[in-house]
């Protein structure tokens, strides 16, 4: 959502691009997140999803910090779609986990893993406060503190798993 919500304003203020073509941009990540939800669901018959969500997590960190200093339009918007690509499959790839870990409790995880996408709405009204208080940069800055926030657990979760 933080993408969704930002990126357009970032195009324009940032890059200079006129609004038509910087709400463009908005599909280009949508379109990218589509294309990632089904070549995720391919990938993950062949590599260990602990191993795929965290460099998903990891890829997207690269790729926000990457959008975040983009020279141009044309690098901000391929970026934006490779971003769509790369975090396609984190919730669904948190969720599973979830529930394959506490199995007996699945009503519960459910709710839960729904609850967080509360975060959707909570991360793009930081990220606007952020841009007002520090520029267009400073917001993006928030989406790449989530990104990092996700490489964090993913990796927890990953050497935790490889310990036992």
Known sequence: MGINSTSGQFLMEKLGMDPEPAKQGRSLYFFGKMLGTFAGAMLLTRFNPGKFLLSSAVLTLVLIVSLIFAPTAAVALSLMFAIGLAAANIFPLIFAGTVARYSGRNNEISG??????????????????????????????VLAACAAFLVFLAFYEFTKKNTR
């Open 112 to 141: 839960l893993m729904i609850m967080a996408v509360s975060g959707g709405a909570f991360v793009p009204p930081l990220a606007g406060w952020f841009t007002d208080v520090s520029g267009v940069s400073g917001g993006m800055m």
